[in-house]
């Protein structure tokens, strides 16, 4: 039940031990679900006790060792051998006794691997500073590294087989915003905005349904647009309010994010320019990607745009994104953003989404693209504008751009 055939998983595996080797590491434990999802196809909701894909250097297949309950999860959906897959009982959760990291390394004693050099995502959201304390005591004899974003970095440049995973992606996000942009509408509570986002991106489209992304809606509405990363409320949109949608769509857990913005009645000339301003920095942004070029140089091209219309934005402008589980589509390496020199390489996939938030209102217009051999494919296909909305009948549906998803 893999997505992927066992030959990739086989030249992904292959090439994170190529980075093992470099960085001096024979056992690399990794527990973002991300990167246990990519070297072993495991993909359960399971994240939220501890779990582990352990990988030896000079093994053939690495070790899964969870929940006992979602250790057929491993046998279902991972290419592993089922020796390979290996449960700790139910009396290691969330226990104030004994913690799953002692079974860990109990596990790696047994095998021989207690006093190898081991690297460990330090600094990841599913790595807590008890799993290290436990494992330091369990391995007194192992020498500790951190391999934040090891695995991470071996994912940034996708297979094809991946690329057509957030092309479908691509497809489910055009219909989850058209669907936000059509529900908007004064009267129209927020909640009921989301509900329809949601079933939208779970559903898919006819030909391939939707996974659950990895974050959920961000929709402020109001005064609220002055900050991106707030969801919904029982509030209800009101005439002459700016809403801000950022979406994704997911498949396979691979995602294509997009933000739009949307203007309920005549806009300000704030807004109005602002959204003009953020649009005329996307183009120029997007015009000049290609391969060997810098992240850096993207943003710089942005900065520059914008300038000549007097704004300017201190955050970063984009992230290398693709697989991932929640709280975050983002893949924690690569950002468009000054002093970052990493190199656009073609299959590289990137959220560009250069938002600008001021104290009492905000724009975002952002699109998901692959670096190609010669430029960038922007992955979704939605109209690029402020959405502007005068006062209609909410049921009646709007149909800004009718070949979305065709």
């Known amino acids: 039940m893999s ?29 973002d679900p991300a990167n246990m999802c990519y070297l072993s196809g495991y993909d359960g909701w399971s994240f939220y006790v501890h779990q582990m894909l352990i990988v030896i250097i ?3 297949q690495p070790l899964w060792i969870g929940r006992g309950m979602d250790a057929n999860v ?8 089922h020796d390979n897959i290996i449960p700790y009982s139910d009396d290691y959760v969330q226990s104030t006794t004994k913690h799953p990291m002692d079974f860990v390394a109990n596990i790696l004693t047994e095998i021989g691997q207690g006093k190898r050099s081991i690297g460990v995502e330090m600094d990841n959201y599913y790595f ?9 005591k369990g391995l007194p004899n192992a020498s500790f590294q951190d391999s934040t974003n090891l695995v991470n970095w071996v994912r940034i440049i996708k297979s094809d087989a991946e690329i057509e995973y957030m092309r479908r992606a691509a497809r489910i996000v055009e219909h989850a915003m058209q669907v936000g942009v059509n529900s908007i509408a004064s009267g129209v509570r927020e909640c009921d905005v989301a509900a329809k986002i949601y079933e939208t991106q779970i559903s898919g489209t006819k030909e391939f349904g939707g996974d659950y992304p990895a974050i959920v809606p961000l929709m402020p509405a109001g005064k609220k647009t002055s900050t991106p990363h707030m969801t919904w ?12 949608l950022e979406l994704a769509g997911c498949y396979k857990r691979y995602h294509s994010p997009m933000a739009r913005t949307v203007h309920l009645g005549k806009p300000t000339d704030k807004v109005k320019d602002l959204a003009e301003t953020v649009i005329e920095g996307i183009n120029a942004a997007i015009d000049m990607i290609k391969p060997g070029i810098a992240c850096e140089e993207v943003e710089a091209v942005w900065r520059k745009t914008i300038e000549k219309r007097g704004f ?3 955050s970063r ?17 690569a950002s468009l953003r000054q002093g970052d020199k990493t190199i656009l390489q073609p299959n590289m996939t990137f959220h560009l989404i250069p938002g600008v938030w001021y104290d009492d209102f905000g724009v975002e217009l952002s699109e998901a693209f692959r670096v190609t051999e010669t430029g960038c494919e922007v992955l979704a296909n939605f109209p690029r504008e402020l959405f502007v909305k005068e006062e209609i009948d909410p049921i009646e549906p709007l149909f800004f751009n009718k070949n979305v998803g065709a």
């Open 74 to 81: 491993a046998k279902v959906t991972s290419w592993l051998y």
């Open 233 to 244: 409320s029982e509030d209800k949109y009101e005439k002459g309010m700016t809403a801000i």
């Open 3 to 31: 997505n992927f055939s066992h030959a990739e998983y086989k030249q992904r595996l292959m090439r994170t031990k190529e980075r093992m080797a470099k960085e001096g590491i024979d056992v690399l434990l990794v527990t």
């Open 128 to 136: 807590t500073a008890k799993c290290y304390i436990q494992l330091q």
């Open 317 to 333: 402008i984009g992230y290398s994104m693709g697989l991932n589980y929640p709280p975050d589509w983002g893949e924690h390496t």
């Open 312 to 314: 300017k934005k201190d």
């Open 58 to 60: 000079d093994e053939e």
